[in-house]
T-cell receptor, first 113, second 115 residues
């Protein structure tokens, strides 16, 4: 079935360090993988996405890598800042479900001073 | 000029009551959704409508009935509310037609508390 696993569930890093969040998905034909950031009491907001024809994408301090063979993708945040503290969700769009995103279980990132 | 707006923001009600949440998007998207986020922050899709047509119904109890009067609006009516319905409900929209697969845009959420 359609499944997205996300690890770790919580992550604490010191300001300036890097943070990595990993996700695996079940359908090898999945073609779209977005990442959302949800601050406390707010709505999830898209921060970066990647499509299956690309292996890596970067936007300033944020990068996403995709390994289609292993069916996993990762979010990398470099030079973390306190405002990066939030819950991060990965998601995947599975084949045949063009309008449905399946979300991972979320990672609570805490950036400490 | 909010892209996806939902009302109310907070909803506190007693068990057994019936309540509605409204959602509107001004992005011109063809698809709208309801997602439920529970206390553990899990985001689960409930329904999806494409151009007013129901295309996803994720084994949600019959007490939940979505209605889409037009492609810019998707409302959620909940009958006989139960304690377990307490959660944050997010409306979202995206543009799916002809393979565009645009990202999901979420509303600000409705925090439903059933007492």
């Amino acid at each position: 079935g359609e499944n997205v696993e996300q690890h770790p569930s919580t992550l604490s890093v010191q300001e300036g360090d890097s943070a990595v969040i990993k996700c695996t998905y079940s359908d090898s034909a999945s073609n779209y993988f977005p990442w959302y950031k949800q601050e406390l009491g707010k709505r999830p907001q898209l921060i970066i996405d990647i499509r299956s024809n690309v292996g890596e994408k970067k936007d300033q301090r944020i990068a996403v890598t995709l390994n289609k063979t292993a069916k996993h993708f990762s979010l990398h945040i470099t030079e973390t800042q306190p405002e990066d503290s939030a819950v991060y969700f990965c998601a995947a769009r599975f084949t045949g479900t063009a309008s449905k995103l399946t979300f991972g279980t979320g990672t609570r990132l805490q950036v400490t001073l | 000029d909010t892209a996806v707006s939902q009302t109310p923001k907070y909803l506190v009600t007693q068990m057994g009551n019936d309540k509605s949440i409204k959602c509107e998007q001004n992005l011109g998207h063809d698809t709208m959704y309801w997602y439920k986020q529970d206390s553990k922050k899990f985001l689960k899709i409930m329904f999806s409508y494409n151009n007013k047509e129901l295309i996803i119904n994720e084994t949600v109890p019959n007490r939940f009935s979505p209605k889409s009067p037009d492609k810019a609006h998707l409302n959620l009516h909940i009958n006989s509310l139960e304690l377990g319905d307490s959660a944050v409900y997010f409306c979202a929209s995206s543009d799916v037609g002809t393979g565009r697969n645009s990202p999901l845009h979420f509303g600000n959420g409705t925090r439903l508390t059933v007492t």
